[in-house]
């Protein structure tokens, strides 16, 4: 890259994305269900879906139909999967563009049936182990199956549910392991290519299955990974970026930003171009939150506005306007600004908004 924009940029590394997917399929030894809701998690749709799609996946996951209809578009071949309950006005654009919903309530599935009575539709089949967004009990499991053994319209092709705590209760999530690997021993054997699903990022780093042959990873694909110990396994995959606008000194007393923060000392202040505008979070104000000019932490001064931030450089007297300024990345975690936001990583990644540049390299 030789240009970099003025303002405010996110640099997103696709040798990491692929780093990450092959870790990802080291560590659990199943087959991998790309998770690319919300605009890849703020890396952007389609460049990220475009990289992924060499890589001969089962499903990209995304949100909704809407989503499924730009990696349409933008001619993605990885077969989308939808992740939640469809809406109806959706079920028939996902009907005749052949993408996968997972059935979660008895109206979805009859409303599939009907639109698949000329050509089958390939469905999952969602269970409610524990996570209470949709799918059936464990207690309607047979009696589902059953519906769907007379369905004319619909080809169960999988069998998938979710994990409320991974990475906050190991006894329930065993607990949920247990009950869904359970469920299924207690099938018939399926084909190799039925696919059965339990784990996010942190189930399928934290926790082994004696019957799924597929996972579902967003944030480690993006490389951050919900569970502290297995970071070093993971490149983060965007960083995010300004530069110095104007550096100016300040006395002792002033203040800086709204709500005037009075300044303790001399202070050489730096005013970088990027605010909560950008998706910056202005809960990180007065936390503490420092971002890196030239290999070093400096602290944000005052708080965070919707285009500028005011940076301490007193002592980073080599910094000058047009510096280059980290907000994260590799060496400043996004888990780390989102615990100071009182925040979690993925809204951190999904809230950098369309002002931001992204650069792919
Ligand atoms: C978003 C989502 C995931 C990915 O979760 P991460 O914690 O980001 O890995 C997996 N499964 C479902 C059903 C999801 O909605």
Not at 106 to 122: C, N, R, T, V, W
Not at 213 to 223: C, D, E, K, Q, T
Not at 251 to 259: D, I, K, M, N, R
């Amino acid at each position: 890259m030789t240009t970099s924009p003025p303002r405010a940029w996110a640099e997103i590394d696709l040798s990491a994305l692929q780093h990450n997917l092959r870790t990802i399929q080291r560590v659990s030894q199943k087959e991998v269900m790309a998770i690319v809701k919300a605009g890849a998690y703020g890396h952007g749709l389609i460049k990220i879906a475009r990289e992924l799609d060499k890589f001969s996946l089962p499903f990209l996951g995304v949100a909704n139909a809407g989503e499924a209809r730009l990696l349409h578009e933008a001619g993605i071949q990885t077969r989308p999967y939808i992740l939640g309950a469809t809406l109806p006005q959706e079920r028939e654009e996902i009907a005749a563009r052949d993408w996968t919903p997972c059935l979660c309530s008895l109206e979805e599935l009859k409303h599939f049936d009907a639109l698949g009575q000329d050509s089958p539709i390939q469905a999952h089949l969602a269970l409610d182990t524990g996570m209470g967004r949709g799918g059936f009990l464990p207690h309607q499991f047979y009696d589902i199956l059953g519906v769907l053994k007379n369905s004319k319209g619909i080809q169960l092709t999988g069998i998938g549910s979710h994990l409320p705590v991974a990475d906050e209760d190991q006894s329930f999530t065993r607990a949920q392991f247990e009950i869904f690997d359970s469920l299924i021993e207690s099938l018939p054997t399926q084909r190799a290519d039925f696919h059965v699903h339990l784990s996010n990022s942190a189930g399928l780093l934290g926790y082994r299955s004696r019957t799924t042959n597929l996972v579902r990873p967003g944030l480690s694909l993006y490389g951050i990974s919900p569970l502290s110990e297995e970071q070093h396994l993971f490149r983060p995959v965007m960083s995010l970026k300004t530069r110095v606008s104007l550096i100016h000194h300040l006395p002792q007393g002033h203040g800086v930003s709204y709500g005037r923060t009075i300044l303790q000392r001399d202070t050489r202040a730096a005013i970088l171009a990027i605010g909560y505008g950008d998706g910056y979070p202005r809960s990180l104000s007065d936390r503490s939150t420092e971002v890196i000019i030239r290999d070093i932490r400096c602290p944000l001064l005052g708080r965070i506005t919707m285009d500028q931030i005011i940076v301490d450089v007193t002592d980073l007297p080599e910094c000058r306007e047009d510096d280059v300024a980290t907000l994260f990345g590799p060496e400043l975690s996004v888990t780390e600004l989102s615990q100071k936001a009182g925040t979690i990583p993925w809204e951190i990644l999904t809230q950098i908004t369309p002002r931001v540049d992204r650069l792919y390299f």
